[in-house]
Nanobody, 112 residues
Framework: QVQLVESGGDLVQPGGSLRLSCAAS????????MNWARQAPGKGLEWVST????????LYANSVKGRFTISRDNAQNMLYLQMNNLKEEDTAVYYC?????RGQGTQVTVAS
């Protein structure tokens, strides 16, 4: 079955950086567009970014454009999200997604 395991979340100060990882298994990763989404406390799930199957194309929510970079390693079945210049409003649980399936999430907290 599809399994997505996120990691890399942490407590970081505003302006800091984090790199999230997602280990994927149970499906054909290299032929699947992949996504990151997040859910802030008391809010709904928000789409963050999408990457094409070969990693050459990506899309970002306006709120993270220019600060976040999505990437993938098809040889290792890994998805990444590099997050720079983090803001307090980026505080959320971050999920790796394929379709409606997501992992358990990883907590990112941005606070001074």
């Amino acid at each position: 079955q599809v399994q997505l395991v996120e990691s890399g979340g942490d407590l970081v100060q505003p302006g800091g950086s984090l790199r999230l990882s997602c280990a994927a298994s149970g499906f054909n990763f290299r032929t699947s567009a992949m996504n990151w989404a997040r859910q802030a406390p008391g809010k709904g799930l928000e789409w963050v970014s999408t990457i094409s199957t070969d990693g050459t194309q990506s899309l970002y929510a306006n709120s993270v454009k220019g600060r976040f970079t999505i990437s993938r390693d098809n040889a290792q079945n890994m998805l990444y999200l590099q997050m720079n210049n983090l803001k307090e409003e980026d505080t959320a649980v971050y999920y790796c997604r394929i379709g409606s399936t997501r992992g358990q999430g990883t907590q990112v907290t941005v606070a001074s």
